[in-house]
């Protein structure tokens, strides 16, 4: 991605585009764009020790006073909080916030499968082997991202759901089914703007991640990623064995960008035609928790 470039991103309501706002947007283009800042780069965004500071400093009450700044820059609708804004006692209360009963509609229908999560949506109905290439991105790997389990998923499709600061950031279990399995693997901290992945790391194969497999009764079995990103202070799993209905949380990001990516099985879904048309042209789709994603074949 060129400097001057901004993202663009498809309102799924509206259908209109507009730019997304990137917070630290210009630290993010030097420490991925500017070629005398590869040191920098190595050192800030593959090492965990500045990402852990900032966690610290987001959990602690010294971060309250950065609570109103972000609503304010990010037009966030402080109408759908659970909780008023006064009783957020750190920045990371705030980011983990829970909505209003009602805020996130799904659909129940047994074979419909529904967004995990608010964010920027591309989806890979079906691909090329291993291989998936994100807006502006490199071709990345399921046998880097997924070791060891790649193999019942080549061929299959994908799902990149990329949250920003903006977002609500607990994530959901799409479908109903049951957790046969999941592992932590340990990682960089890259970010996952789409400004890094022009640059070329591989978000998806180095970064700290989290799988959890989703056995279901319509869609096969379902392997759901939580990537973490530089300044994510943890990936917080609140549900991690036995069954599950749809839209159950399954966890949240600490303060971050962050991502979940959900690997199909081939032949076991249809992405919804949106979703695929907005991909096909290379942009993203802006997506609530809960709107329909996938249809179960």
């Given at each position: 991605?060129?400097?001057?470039?901004?993202?663009?991103?498809?309102?799924?309501?509206?259908?209109?585009?507009?730019?997304?706002?990137?917070?630290?947007?210009?630290?993010i283009r030097w420490a991925y764009q500017d070629s005398s800042s590869s040191i920098i780069e190595r050192l800030l965004f593959r090492s965990p020790v500045l990402s852990r500071l900032m966690g610290w400093y987001y959990d602690s009450p010294l971060s309250k006073g950065k609570i109103q700044g972000a609503i304010?820059?990010?037009?966030?609708?402080?109408?759908?909080?659970?909780?008023?804004?006064?009783?957020?006692?750190?920045?990371?209360?705030?980011?983990?916030?829970?909505?209003?009963?009602?805020?996130?509609?799904?659909?129940?229908?047994?074979?419909?499968?529904?967004?995990?999560?608010?964010?920027?949506?591309?989806?890979?109905?079906?691909?090329?082997?291993?291989?998936?290439?994100?807006?502006?991105?490199?071709?990345?790997?399921?046998?880097?991202?997924?070791?060891?389990?790649?193999?019942?998923?080549?061929?299959?499709?994908?799902?990149?759901?990329?949250?920003?600061?903006?977002?609500?950031?607990?994530?959901?279990?799409?479908?109903?089914?049951?957790?046969?399995?999941?592992?932590?693997?340990?990682?960089?901290?890259?970010?996952?703007?789409?400004?890094?992945?022009?640059?070329?790391?591989?978000?998806?194969?180095?970064?700290?991640?989290?799988?959890?497999?989703?056995?279901?009764?319509?869609?096969?079995?379902?392997?759901?990623?939580?990537?973490?990103?530089?300044?994510?202070?943890?990936?917080?799993?609140?549900?991690?064995?036995?069954?599950?209905?749809?839209?159950?949380?399954?966890?949240?990001?600490?303060?971050?960008?962050?991502?979940?990516?959900?690997?199909?099985?081939?032949?076991?879904?249809?992405?919804?035609?949106?979703?695929?048309?907005?991909?096909?042209?290379?942009?993203?789709?802006?997506?609530?928790?809960?709107?329909?994603?996938?249809?179960?074949?």
């Open positions: 991605m060129s400097e001057k470039q901004p993202i663009i991103v498809i309102d799924r309501v509206t259908g209109a585009q507009f730019e997304e706002t990137v917070l630290g947007e210009k630290w304010d820059e990010l037009s966030i609708d402080t109408a759908e909080f659970a909780d008023p804004q006064e009783s957020f006692a750190s920045f990371n209360e705030f980011f983990v916030r829970h909505l209003k009963e009602g805020t996130r509609l799904y659909d129940t229908a047994e074979d419909t499968i529904v967004s995990p999560a608010d964010g920027r949506v591309l989806v890979f109905p079906k691909l090329d082997e291993d291989t998936f290439v994100p807006v502006k991105g490199h071709p990345f790997s399921i046998r880097r991202m997924l070791p060891g389990i790649s193999k019942r998923f080549i061929g299959g499709s994908l799902a990149i759901v990329r949250l920003c600061p903006a977002d609500y950031h607990r994530y959901h279990f799409p479908c109903a089914g049951e957790i046969v399995g999941s592992k932590d693997i340990s990682g960089a901290l890259h970010s996952v703007n789409p400004i890094a992945l022009g640059a070329g790391p591989d978000v998806f194969g180095e970064n700290k991640r989290s799988y959890t497999l989703l056995k279901t009764a319509k869609a096969g079995t379902i392997c759901y990623v939580e990537v973490g990103a530089f300044g994510v202070g943890g990936i917080v799993n609140t549900k991690t064995t036995g069954h599950v209905e749809k839209m159950d949380e399954k966890g949240y990001f600490k303060f971050g960008g962050s991502t979940v990516v959900v690997v199909f099985e081939p032949n076991a879904i249809t992405f919804s035609d949106d979703l695929v048309a907005n991909s096909a042209a290379g942009k993203e789709t802006l997506v609530k928790v809960g709107e329909p994603f996938a249809t179960a074949l």
